[in-house]
């Protein structure tokens, strides 16, 4: 199930006949429920969801979400789109931290800024909030920027692509900034490089999965830390000027 079936079930449940959970929900009958629904399941916790009409079932490192009856199931991530912030990926949050020695930075563009501090931004070339995002960085003060192509196909066909010959451009970064600006990039000739490129991108593609990466933009800083979503210039720094803390 792709995500956007997941969008659709999620609006189904909300505009259909699901009954809703509020603050009167009697959680336990509900947690009765989705346990005899998910027997094979192992669930640690169960209560309201960001969206009203659902429930949320942690079940070790997964999100899931059902409605309070226990027959509907949603699979899939919830964003808040006023944010740009992926609500289940933050949820998962709590997860080990990310080295930066890790990082698939083989798979990166350096943007011209340098400084004290690092930031690495798993990258989508056709990902609307990370042409805004792009902005952001590009006006960043004393932090280095590792943007990591991560095209996600499933919602961007032509992303991989455009990774691809941006990683293979003479000028990666002036091949980013016309990708983000929506402008048509020149088609790599280099057959070895869109082969090695197209390695690396799948090594991203593994990273991504075994560290609970769902979406673009995600932050990484220096220290490890993770977070989803869209930030301002100036909530950049202070985000990254916690590290330590």
């Not at 199930?1 to 699901?18: D, Q």
């Not at 057959?191 to 690396?200: F, N, R, V």
Request: some cysteine.
């Amino acid at each position: 199930m792709n995500r956007t079936r997941h969008l659709i079930c999620t609006l189904l449940l909300l505009t259909g006949s699901a009954s809703f959970a509020d603050e009167n929900t009697d959680f336990s009958a509900v947690e009765k429920t989705v346990r005899k629904a998910l027997p094979g399941t192992k669930i640690t916790t169960i209560q309201p969801a960001p969206i009203n009409g659902l429930v949320e079932i942690e079940a070790g490192s997964n999100i899931l979400y059902a409605d309070p009856s226990g027959r509907y199931l949603v699979v899939g991530n919830i964003y808040d789109m006023h944010t740009a912030t992926d609500l289940t990926a933050e949820r998962k949050s709590n997860t080990p931290l990310i080295e930066w020695a890790d990082l698939p930075l083989n798979a990166s563009v350096k943007y011209s800024n340098n400084g004290s501090q690092k930031l690495a931004v798993f990258f989508d070339p056709d990902c609307t909030w990370c042409r805004k995002l792009h902005q952001q960085l590009k006006a960043l003060d004393d932090v280095e920027v590792f943007a990591i192509m991560y095209p996600v196909e499933g919602l961007h066909p032509s992303a991989w692509s455009k990774a691809a010959s941006i990683l293979c451009a003479s000028d990666p970064l002036n091949a980013l900034d016309k990708a983000l600006a929506g402008q048509a990039i020149p088609d790599s000739t280099d057959a070895h490089c869109l082969t090695k490129a197209g390695e690396t991108i799948s090594q991203v593609i593994e990273f991504t999965q075994a560290h609970n990466i769902h979406g673009t933009p995600t932050l990484v800083s220096f220290d490890g830390r993770v977070r989803p979503g869209f930030m301002h210039a100036q909530q950049l720094k202070d985000w990254l000027s916690q590290a330590n803390q």
